[in-house]
């Protein structure tokens, strides 16, 4: 262990000789996350939404050489700013709006909550404008020492979202495909279908040890926890079915909230990323036949 390591040691933890999850605040809760340290000839930090103390802290014990973001959400690229002059390197599919408040807002909510959306990335993420230097797609390769990363590209969460893999050390850095209790996909952009896929992709892999943004270093029962986290969405898909036994507006379905259960932070961003995935599983109940359309209300099908 260095002594680096050990200065901060506190919120650093061991994944293997070399690589290191560093705790977000909050537990990694959002609005924070977790990021991955790799210490070696040349310092990667993945992820910068741990908290920006967390983050000066880094930056003055360790060398840091190069940053990466998994996703442009600001609890994984919030405090990019903290290394800029470094090279950051942000997904292709976000070059255009990565540390950019206005391009991300625009993106991530609809025009009238964006100055909201804007307020909440600066005040509660510490987000500030940060260009990155460098994009990086599925060939990428992240390669430090011994250590190769192999971009996964996994859209459903958000349109720019990619897991790394180390296949040598059977390691997977799934983001947010985190295995928690709340899978996430409220943006226009998200896609609960290409969520699904992205999942099958990353059960296929043979892995045992998965890092989670938010959930942080999973060792065990590997693929009872990816069952577990399918099942959720499927249950949500259940408990939405359930309340069409009547026909409902997407509006009275929203008040129900039957993804976010209440609103406790943040009224109208929450409600509006609740209408979101509640849409998402109704276009895919319909789809499957299992749900009609009458008019602007949604009815679970006698078929």
């Not at 605040?25 to 991955?36: Q, S, V």
Request: net charge neutral.
């Amino acid at each position: 262990m260095t002594k680096a390591v050990k200065m901060v040691a506190e919120y650093l933890e061991a994944i293997n000789d070399h690589i290191f999850l560093v705790q977000g605040e909050n537990m990694g809760r959002f609005p924070r996350g977790h990021a991955i340290l790799i210490e070696g000839d040349e310092v990667v930090l993945i992820d910068t939404g741990c908290g920006i103390s967390r983050l000066e802290t880094l930056k003055r014990e360790f060398s840091v050489n190069t940053v990466i973001n998994s996703h442009t959400h600001p609890d994984h690229s919030a405090g990019n700013w903290i290394f800029q002059g470094l090279s950051i390197f942000v997904p292709k599919e976000a070059f255009s709006t990565a540390g950019n408040l206005i391009g991300l807002s625009h993106r991530f909510v609809n025009e009238e909550l964006a100055p909201v959306w804007r307020n909440f990335a600066q005040t509660e993420m510490g987000f500030k404008n940060c260009p990155p230097t460098h994009q990086y797609k599925t060939d990428t390769v992240f390669q430090f020492e011994d250590l190769v990363l192999q971009p996964i590209y996994t859209p459903g969460h958000t349109i720019d979202h990619y897991c790394f893999y180390l296949a040598n050390e059977r390691l997977l850095f799934a983001f947010d495909y985190d295995l928690t209790s709340f899978p996430w996909y409220g943006h226009e952009e998200s896609s609960l279908a290409d969520f699904r896929q992205s999942i099958a992709k990353l059960r296929a892999l043979p892995t045992d040890i998965i890092v989670s943004s938010h959930r942080g270093i999973i060792r065990n029962n590997i693929k009872t926890e990816w069952k577990a986290y399918v099942q959720r969405l499927d249950a949500r898909s259940h408990q939405i079915l359930t309340l069409l036994d009547s026909p409902q507006t997407l509006d009275r379905l929203v008040e129900t909230a039957p993804i976010y259960q209440k609103f406790p932070y943040q009224e109208r961003l929450l409600r509006y990323w609740e209408r979101i995935m509640i849409h998402q599983h109704l276009k895919e109940l319909e789809k499957a036949g299992k749900v009609v359309v009458q008019g602007s209300k949604y009815v679970r099908s006698k078929k």
